[in-house]
């Protein structure tokens, strides 16, 4: 079991230019999030998904895509990269587990992070 | 949306002292409230996990209190060692709606030796 692989991780980029961050986890989540960490604001939440197909903003969403085309993958898109956007990317994984009465969330398997630098 | 907000931002005990983090979450339907420990470098791992129909849970040294009235959850470490030090995030999520986490700014533990 591999859990939640990020790639790559470390990245320059120079501003203006897109690229793609892969996420890809092997425990068949439901939940998918993208979030990114600057220091002395913890973790700040870009993009989410609940499932195959359906994706939702987070706090900070502007400049990013995501999409979630099968249960395994959620890339993170940066359209136009600014300097801004220099931090460290986190994806996580969790499942929803659900009694007869009420559905909490889980434990969220994190990827190793990718090191972003625009320049 | 959910706010999380964690206190206080650095914490510095002597080896064998406890250690108390405290968090306030403004969402009445967050019922998930996990703890994460991220070292330098490394992705958040989590430590400890309560939800909202439980209102204390222990593992070992660590201890997590849930006050869902007040909307305020803590994390209690004892006997503290060097290596406990890190930055220590908490987190809320519910199980409707957004159901990604939303964090708290962290906590830096130093451990004095």
């Known amino acids: 079991n591999a859990g939640v692989t990020q790639t790559p991780k470390f990245q320059v980029l120079k501003t203006g230019q897109s690229m793609t961050l892969q996420c890809a986890q092997d425990?068949?989540?439901?939940?998918m999030s993208w979030y990114r960490q600057d220091p002395g604001m913890g973790l700040r939440l870009i993009h989410y998904?609940?499932?195959?197909?359906?994706?939702d903003q987070g706090e900070v969403p502007n400049g990013y895509n995501v999409s979630r085309s099968t249960t395994e993958d959620f890339p993170l898109r940066l359209l136009s990269a600014a300097p801004s956007q220099t931090s460290v990317y986190f994806c996580?994984?969790?499942?929803?587990?659900?009694?007869?009465?009420?559905?909490?969330?889980?434990?969220?398997?994190f990827g190793q992070g990718t090191r972003l630098t625009v320049v | 949306g959910e706010n999380v907000e964690q206190h206080p931002s650095t914490l510095s005990v002597q080896e064998g002292d406890s250690a108390v983090i405290k968090c306030t979450y403004s969402?009445?339907?967050?019922?998930?409230f996990p703890w994460y420990k991220q070292e330098l470098g490394k992705r958040p791992q989590l430590i400890i996990d309560?939800?909202?129909?439980?209102g204390e849970k222990k593992d070992q040294r660590i201890a997590v209190t849930l006050n869902k009235t007040a909307k305020h959850f803590s994390l209690h470490i004892t006997e503290t060692q060097p290596e406990d030090s890190a930055v220590y995030f908490c987190?809320?999520?519910?199980?409707?709606?957004?159901?990604?986490?939303?964090f708290g700014s962290g906590t830096r533990l130093q451990v004095q030796p």
């Open positions: 996580a994984s969790s499942y929803a587990s659900a009694s007869k009465t009420i559905q909490m969330n889980t434990e969220a398997f």
């Open positions: 425990m068949n989540h439901e939940y």
């Open positions: 998904s609940v499932g195959a197909g359906i994706t």
């Open positions: 969402d009445s339907a967050s019922n998930y």
């Open positions: 309560i939800r909202s129909n439980v």
């Open positions: 987190a809320a999520s519910k199980g409707t709606g957004r159901r990604a986490l939303t």
